[in-house]
T-cell receptor, first 112, second 114 residues
């Protein structure tokens, strides 16, 4: 079946640097792509989404890029802070009833 | 405070002993959902509910039941738990005024079935 995957299970970044978390997807019919953040011991928290007719969307300190040609999604976090330490999940919609296919997650580690 | 609550947070039980995990949200959201999270597999949807008395299967519904008798509550029922249902469970609700896929998650329930 189609699934969403991540290139790297763990990413270590120096505090203050920019972080880039990558995600590959396989369902070319997906309309939305979403990023969630999960801190240790907590439930996932919505960060940002992007519709398939867009290439880029910016939020507060985050930017999501969508490359439909190679079916690639990335989340960029500017000036990474200790509070950004978490597991980041990308997800894509299944087309109806708000159902999502979730990736396995990337753990972001911030080095002091 | 707007939130999704789950109880219990931790549960250890034995095979075959029926259990219920409660989920409640105070945001008047119509859409609610249950997920399980297992290492390396991300989140998988068990059941979801578009509104009161409307429920539907997600990706992994086998061995689970749900009910939606009122908008705020969406309990997850395991009639006869088995060890392969050992997992971390999350309840979520969706804000129709927010992003299309912006869901609010509870803190999770860690279930161990021996």
């Amino acid at each position: 079946g189609e699934s969403v995957g991540l290139h790297l299970p763990t990413l270590s970044v120096q505090e203050g640097d920019n972080s880039i978390i990558n995600c590959a997807y396989s369902n070319s019919a997906s309309d939305y792509f979403i990023w969630y953040k999960q801190e240790s011991g907590k439930g996932p928290q919505f960060i940002i989404d992007i519709r398939s007719n867009m290439d880029k969307r910016q939020g507060q300190r985050v930017t999501v890029l969508l490359n439909k040609t190679v079916k690639h999604l990335s989340l960029q976090i500017a000036a990474t802070q200790p509070g950004d330490s978490a597991v980041y999940f990308c997800a894509e919609n299944m087309g109806s009833n708000y159902q999502l296919i979730w990736g396995a997650g990337t753990k972001l580690i911030i080095k002091p | 405070e707007a939130q999704v609550t789950q109880n219990p947070r931790y549960l250890i039980t034995v095979t075959g002993k029926k259990l219920t995990v409660t989920c409640s949200q105070n945001m008047n959201h119509e859409y609610m959902s249950w997920y399980r999270q297992d290492p390396g597999l991300g989140l998988r949807q068990i059941y979801y509910s578009m509104n009161v008395e409307v429920t539907d299967k997600g990706d992994v519904p086998e061995g689970y039941k749900v009910s939606r008798k009122e908008k705020r509550n969406f309990p997850l029922i395991l009639e006869s738990p088995s060890p392969n249902q050992t997992s971390l469970y999350f309840c979520a609700s969706r804000d129709p005024a927010g992003g299309l896929y912006e869901q609010y998650f509870g803190p999770g329930t860690r279930l161990t079935v021996t």
